[in-house]
Structure formats: structure tokens, C-alpha cells
């Protein structure tokens, strides 16, 4: 599976959209971007995933540059409730979730 | 709440005890999954199940012991641990393998172990 590259942590204000980026420059044609956060001492949760087009669910939009070599997840508006790491995935078909370090966001109040 | 129940949350054990973990899952998932999660680094992928069969085993030590009764019940046997092995255990579970379509996985909240 590719690898991913996050910052290991970003400020944000309460209210303002965080823009949380990832680099998977090695990405192949069949591999999807999963994003999950992890809230303090809890289990990670799903995020959304994205193959190439953008994608928008209730909890964040992802989107993915057109030659797939980078993405971003936006939380259009942050609330305290979002401060956790989140990790950026790419995986292929029928491959298992390898979770890296992340990125710790933290939303200010 | 996600439908994946973890108990115990705390569990405190000496090198030479016996103890198990135990993982529930409510959503009619058929795979299971357990990952281990030590300080400061990324969660390790330990034991896979998909109906009920093991199908990955990620070179963990013996000491720990999964089994995997019914495609709702997870439970990770532990024996002889060191202090090493103290760390937070999460148990997963999802419709297909490795997710399935979606790669979604649903993840209790964790049993936090300490091995003194």
C-alpha cells in the first residue's frame, strides 16, 4: 500500500474550517484515501474515503488533487469535539487499514 | 457508542497471570479484528477473523492467544506478558474483509492493559 505523509499536528479555531492535508505521491490507480480520527483514549472512527472524485459526507469533505498525489479533509466548521489525530490511509483492494502517526488537531476555543 | 463492546476497559495483570479480553459486536459484521496500540506509536494490526476463521496473524508472540467462537465474539487470551506488552487494545469489526467495499471498520473503545 502507499504511504502517506501528514504534518503531526495543526491548530485551529473553533468555528473555522480545518484543512487537514496528506501526500500519497506513490498512490496507484486501484487504492482508495480513507481518513479515520481518533479522539482521546477512544477507538479510531471512520471518516470517509475517496477513490478520485471529491467526496462529502455529515462529518467532512475530502478532497483529492486530479493526479490523486495528495488530498485534504475539511471540517468546514471545528468544534472543540473535533480535537484528535487524524489519519490519512491509502489502501488498495481487499488490503487491511495500516494506520500511521497522523496528524493532532487541535481546535481552539 | 458504535456497536463494539470491549471489556475490560482497565485491566491491570502481572507478568505470570492469566487474564482474557473479551469483544463483542452487535452489527452483524463477519470480520473481527484485534490492533494494539502502545504509547506514542501508530496502531499495529495483531489477529484478523472472517467467519470465525483466522485469516492473518501479524508474527504476534504466542502469549497472545485470540479466539474467535462465533462472528460476534472476539477474545484475546494473554499469558506470561511483559511489561512491554502494557498498551491499549482495540477490537474492530466490518461487514467484508478488511472493510469490504467501503473499508469502513467499526472500533470498540478499547481495554487499556497494564502489564507490571
Known amino acids: 500500500d502507499a504511504k502517506t505523509t501528514q504534518p503531526p499536528s495543526m491548530d485551529c479555531a473553533e468555528g473555522r474550517a480545518a484543512n487537514l492535508p496528506c501526500n500519497h505521491s506513490t498512490i496507484s490507480g486501484n487504492e482508495y484515501v480513507y481518513w479515520y480520527r481518533q479522539i482521546h483514549s477512544q477507538g479510531p472512527q471512520y471518516i470517509i474515503h475517496g477513490l478520485k472524485n471529491n467526496e462529502t459526507n455529515e462529518m467532512a469533505s475530502l478532497i483529492i488533487t486530479e493526479d490523486r498525489k495528495s488530498s485534504t479533509l475539511i471540517l468546514p466548521h471545528a468544534t472543540l469535539r473535533d480535537t484528535a489525530v487524524y489519519y490519512c490511509i491509502v489502501r488498495g483492494s481487499a488490503r487491511q487499514l495500516t494506520f500511521g502517526s497522523g496528524t493532532q488537531l487541535t481546535v481552539l476555543p | 457508542e458504535t456497536g463494539v463492546t470491549q471489556t475490560p476497559r482497565h485491566l491491570v495483570m502481572g507478568m505470570t497471570n492469566k487474564k482474557s479480553l473479551k469483544c463483542e459486536q452487535h452489527?452483524?459484521?463477519?470480520?473481527m479484528y484485534w490492533y494494539k496500540q502502545s504509547a506514542k506509536k501508530p496502531l499495529e494490526l495483531m489477529f484478523v477473523?472472517?467467519?470465525?476463521?483466522?485469516?492473518e496473524n501479524n508474527s504476534v508472540p504466542s502469549r497472545f492467544s485470540p479466539e474467535c467462537p462465533n462472528s460476534s465474539h472476539l477474545f484475546l487470551h494473554l499469558h506470561t506478558l511483559q511489561p512491554e506488552d502494557s498498551a491499549l487494545y482495540l477490537c474492530?469489526?466490518?461487514?467484508?474483509?478488511?472493510?469490504?467495499?467501503?473499508?469502513?471498520?467499526?472500533f470498540g473503545e478499547g481495554s487499556r492493559l497494564t502489564v507490571l
Open positions: 477473523y472472517n467467519f470465525k476463521e483466522q485469516t
Open positions: 452489527l452483524g459484521h463477519n470480520a
Open positions: 474492530a469489526s466490518s461487514t467484508g474483509l478488511a472493510g469490504g467495499h467501503t473499508g469502513e471498520l467499526f
